[in-house]
């Protein structure tokens, strides 16, 4: 699996101490380690929806100036909303860094350093997770220049970064070292760290959630990019889901058959012609897709069907605006 992601900015939602990467090697169980795996996927793959989205979109309907903004003021509040209970550290490392919070410690130096040899040998980069120690282990996944559009940011100098975009980044980084990429380029690596006592809880889906709790799964699950809790509508990542309840409801002119089937197979395998709620799409873009069972799902989407969630403080109002009955 590749991983790949174009923020200029990189993001600590917590500081540690440089690892040691001669530290004494501990055991810790497969399982425990798969699930360092998965939660990391997860993790990475909805930064990469919650900020990668926005990103490419001040970029292509305002400017990379506008983008290089976004990721200065509104990166961090997102990427915290990610952790979902668990003692987290999420970072973004490189060695070509813009903020210089994102410089690498030794061990996510010489995971960089692995990938770039990789590369070079024009081998796949996949995720790793390395134990650090009894209590801690470390998922990391490469992050890669995607496309044209990121080398308004981190291209070559002068011939792929206007003038004012370059003036702004220096002003608001004035020690950047995140130019000089191409397509393709390692930009550095996603840097997460759990607790192994989170992890623990998590071992299973089924020994951390209940799959017959459907709200347990959809706090799990759901909550990280569709909150309940946004103060406005302009601070959303996602829908809430007070609002995807309503449209999928008006599509199934309020059949739960109907409803289940629409939602189960867009959350299964999402893609634009199948997506109900083009607004959404077009400001957010599409939902990846997750790794999650149609048994979870279903749970989920049936829960979603017979109860009436949490939605946000200013929902109702503008759901009345834009939908008047």
Same mark, same amino acid.
């Not at 008006?250 to 199948?274: C, H, I, K, W, Y």
């Given at each position: 699996m590749k991983y790949l992601f174009f923020l200029?900015?990189?993001i600590v939602l917590g500081c540690s101490n440089p690892k040691d990467p001669k530290e004494k090697t501990v055991d810790i169980a497969p399982s425990v380690k798969s699930v360092a795996l998965k939660q990391g996927n997860r993790i990475s793959s909805l930064a990469q929806q919650a900020l990668g989205s926005q990103l490419m979109k001040k970029i292509?309907?305002?400017?990379?100036?506008?983008?290089?903004?976004?990721?200065? =003021?509104? %990166?961090? @509040? &997102?990427?915290?909303?990610? *952790?979902?209970?668990?003692?987290?550290?999420?970072?973004?490392?490189?060695l070509k860094m813009r903020n210089p919070n994102n410089t690498p410690d030794p061990v996510e130096e010489k995971i960089i350093r692995s990938y770039q040899e990789q590369l070079s040998k024009k081998e796949d980069l996949e995720p790793v997770v390395q134990v650090l120690s009894k209590?801690?282990? =470390?998922? %990391?996944? @490469? &992050?890669?220049?995607?496309? *044209?559009?990121?080398?308004?940011?981190?291209?070559m100098g002068n011939d792929q970064i206007t003038e004012s975009t370059l003036s702004r980044i220096n002003t608001l980084y004035p020690?950047?070292?995140?130019?000089?990429?191409?397509?393709?380029?390692?930009?550095?690596?996603?840097?997460?760290?759990?607790?192994?006592?989170?992890?623990?809880?998590?071992?299973?889906?089924?020994?951390?959630?209940n799959l017959d709790d459907g709200l347990?799964?959809?706090?799990?699950?759901?909550?990280s990019c569709h909150s309940p809790n946004s103060a406005s509508h302009d601070d959303i990542i996602a829908p809430p889901l007070a609002g995807v309840k309503s449209r999928y409801l008006?599509?199934?002119?309020?059949?739960?058959?109907?409803?289940?089937?629409?939602?189960?197979?867009?959350?299964?395998?999402?893609?634009?012609?199948?997506a109900l709620m083009q607004g959404p799409v077009n400001r957010f873009g599409l939902m990846p897709?997750?790794?999650?069972?149609?048994?979870?799902?279903?749970?989920?989407?049936?829960?979603?069907?017979?109860?009436?969630?949490?939605a946000p403080p200013w929902?109702?109002?503008?759901?009345?605006?834009?939908?008047?009955?």
């Open positions: 200029p900015l990189v292509s309907t305002q400017s990379p100036e506008a983008a290089v903004e976004f990721c200065n =003021l509104t %990166a961090y @509040p &997102i990427l915290d909303s990610l *952790k979902t209970g668990m003692e987290v550290k999420i970072k973004r490392a490189s209590n801690e282990l =470390l998922y %990391a996944a @490469p &992050i890669r220049t995607k496309n *044209k559009m990121c080398l308004s940011c981190h291209g020690d950047d070292k995140a130019k000089g990429h191409r397509v393709g380029d390692l930009r550095g690596i996603w840097s997460i760290t759990f607790k192994k006592e989170d992890l623990l809880k998590l071992k299973t889906d089924k020994e951390a959630i347990a799964l959809i706090q799990q699950n759901c909550y008006r599509a199934a002119d309020g059949d739960q058959a109907t409803f289940v089937a629409q939602m189960s197979a867009f959350l299964l395998e999402p893609t634009e012609e199948s897709k997750f790794n999650w069972s149609k048994e979870m799902i279903t749970k989920m989407v049936e829960y979603l069907y017979e109860n009436e969630l949490e929902f109702e109002k503008r759901h009345r605006e834009m939908h008047p009955e």
